[in-house]
């Protein structure tokens, strides 16, 4: 939690004065039980009407004033938290970003999720009630306390020997619990990922009747954070009665010490109720910072799990250099190994072409040959872990991340739209784009009919990943936002594969036209996406086992004229 706080920085002035409008309301208090008991005394005892209206109206006086205090603490308490927990909550996302693809992997996206939301949101209500009551339920206490030696020091000894045995009981509650609360938030993250798993792949699920087995998976995990939830609950349930049941025997023996002493005379009716009071406001206090303590335990514990993230350094740093996209070769792989987990098998071994502007270069392989690899270190998504990969005859490593992708339009297997408009997200490509350079883009993405016959046009609704869209629509408004930043790199990773082959050779044509000084690199399957293309680079099991033209393959390379001839079968063409 200390490394948090310095987000707490910006707002010392709310962080001072929320405790201390809590602690006037507090002081004020601290007088009703000794008003009441006057009022009791000299009024009621008395038969004294004017006493009892002016006490009267002093409790209310105190009372409006209490009630203004509370609520200025509460507004400066609650700007202290929302604006901390908006500045962790920046920096957390910032981190995040700031993370390469395999880190990101490593931590997961239900572990990220979690610490933006639900981690986030118990801090910010430990951090609001902190500011609120970890200094006024102690400071009533002790008030309270010394309140009662001032009205019968003999009968103030009750409270002496009840706060001890009180602190200890809460002490040893939170000594058990603050462990189990880590435990809960780090099931927690195991229910959401199965849950988050199932909702993004139902349709698969359902396709191989695996529903049981998935419900069989969730509701595992689901009890294992449900006896971890009881097993903590039934330790902190145990407080409150605990405490009462203690408050209850001192309230008893206080009422027996103050009764003796009213008896001879020590001690009047009145400072027997004010005495009852203090004890009350004890006990009150005591539970108050029992749940506040339960509250702050979970809030550290969901401290310290975002302190974990903010923690993790970026394991590839940005260069300084600005890429040349004029350059000769545009993109040189020198013997590119990669390994997605830094260690075991590698996804690609000893890769290397070469690609200028202007030329296109088309990569094709089996499920899991490593296309996709080569592609997703071109714009540094991965670093090799063996070999050079340059652009502009610069090594990435050195070139300025941001320079270095902005030059380049890429385009993933899956289709991804964001919830908005249209335009929303095509201007993701390139902010400062007019309508006319994104119907352009449209036009070249084979989606300027489909947007145009659209009532809202460009802004027309997009819900999150492009639910209203079918597969070819969302992959074509994808390849017109990476089209939209006119791009020195085009890299199409299998984003065509929802398309008929009508639509397809339509795009690949308008692609050739359109992005004649931009260097394609397009990933498939099929052999007719790549085979026009300027050189094919061949992948089986992360090898490369072919590298050059169509022709060329087709006599050389048996894994490619394979993959040929099963799409276009020697008695097809003959026909």
């Given amino acids: 939690m200390r490394k948090l706080l310095i987000y707490l920085r910006e707002f010392r002035k709310e962080c001072i004065l929320a405790p201390l409008f809590k602690l006037l309301e507090a002081i004020l208090e601290l007088f009703v039980p000794v008003i009441v008991a006057t009022m009791i005394d000299g009024g009621i005892s008395g038969g ?36 901390f927990a908006a500045r962790v909550k920046t920096a957390l996302m910032r981190r995040i970003q700031s993370l390469s693809a395999r880190q990101q992997d490593a931590l997961g996206a239900p572990t990220l999720i979690g610490r933006l939301t639900g981690d986030m949101n ?6 609001n009630l902190t500011l609120r009551l970890l200094l006024r339920s102690p ?5 309270a306390l010394i309140m009662a030696f001032t009205v019968d020091a003999k009968a103030a000894l009750v409270f002496a020997a009840l706060i001890p045995v009180l602190s200890l009981c809460v002490f040893l509650v939170m000594k058990a619990t603050l462990p189990r609360y880590r435990d809960i938030q780090e099931a927690s993250d195991g229910v959401l990922g199965v849950t988050r798993e199932n909702l993004t792949g139902v349709r698969v699920i359902r ?8 419900e069989a998976r969730f509701v595992g995990r689901h009890d294992r954070l449900t006896r ?31 009764a003796v002493r009213v008896d001879v005379g020590a001690l009047s009716q009145g400072r027997v109720v004010a005495l009852t009071n203090y004890m009350s406001q004890i006990l009150v206090e005591l539970i108050k910072l029992a749940n506040l303590l339960i509250t702050i335990s979970k809030s550290l514990a969901c401290a310290e799990r975002i302190s974990d993230v903010l923690a993790v350094e970026p394991d590839m740093a940005s260069g300084s250099e600005t890429p040349d996209w004029a350059a000769r070769p545009l993109i040189q792989m020198e013997g590119v190994s990669l390994s997605y987990g830094g260690e075991g098998k590698e996804a690609i071994r000893d890769v290397s072409l070469t690609l200028d502007a202007g030329e296109s270069l088309g990569i094709i392989g089996g499920t899991g040959s490593g296309k996709s690899s080569v592609a997703a270190l071109i714009p540094r998504l991965y670093d090799a872990t063996a070999g050079r990969v340059l652009v502009g005859g610069r090594d990435v490593r050195a070139l300025d991340l941001a320079a270095l992708r902005a030059g380049i339009g890429y385009v993933p297997q899956k289709a991804r739209l964001f919830r908005g408009t249209v335009r929303d997200n095509l201007l993701m490509g390139n ?39 079918s597969g070819g629509q969302r992959q ?22 929802a398309l008929d082959a009508k639509t397809d050779a339509e795009l690949r044509a308008a692609l050739r036209r359109d992005q004649e000084e931009a260097a394609l690199i397009v990933i498939s399957q099929r052999a007719s996406s790549v085979m026009a293309l300027d050189r094919i680079l061949v992948l089986d099991d992360g090898v490369v086992v072919g590298y050059g033209t169509h022709e060329r393959l087709l006599s050389d390379c048996p894994v490619y004229r394979e993959t040929y001839e099963a799409q276009f079968p020697p008695e097809k063409e003959a026909v």
């Fill in 48 to 83: 004294d009407r004017g006493l009892i209206l002016r006490s009267g109206l002093l409790l209310l006086a105190l009372a409006l004033a209490g009630l203004i205090m509370a609520v200025t603490a509460q507004w400066f308490a609650a700007r202290a938290a929302t604006g």
């Fill in 122 to 127: 118990q801090v910010q209500t430990g951090v």
């Fill in 139 to 143: 400071f009533v206490v002790l008030g």
């Fill in 207 to 214: 396709a191989f009747g695996m529903e049981e087995n998935e």
């Fill in 228 to 258: 971890l939830q009881i097993a903590t609950q039934r330790v902190a349930a145990a407080l409150n009665p605990l405490t009462l049941l203690i408050v209850d025997i001192a309230l008893a023996i206080l009422i027996y010490v103050g």
């Fill in 431 to 469: 902010r400062q784009a007019t309508d006319d350079m994104l119907w352009a883009a449209l036009r070249t993405a084979q989606c300027e009919d489909f947007v145009r016959a659209l009532p809202e046009g460009l802004d027309a609704p997009v819900e999150q990943n492009g639910r209203n869209f």
């Fill in 476 to 497: 074509r408004l994808t390849i017109a936002r990476a089209l939209v930043r006119k791009p020195a790199v085009l890299i199409l990773d299998d984003s065509a594969s």
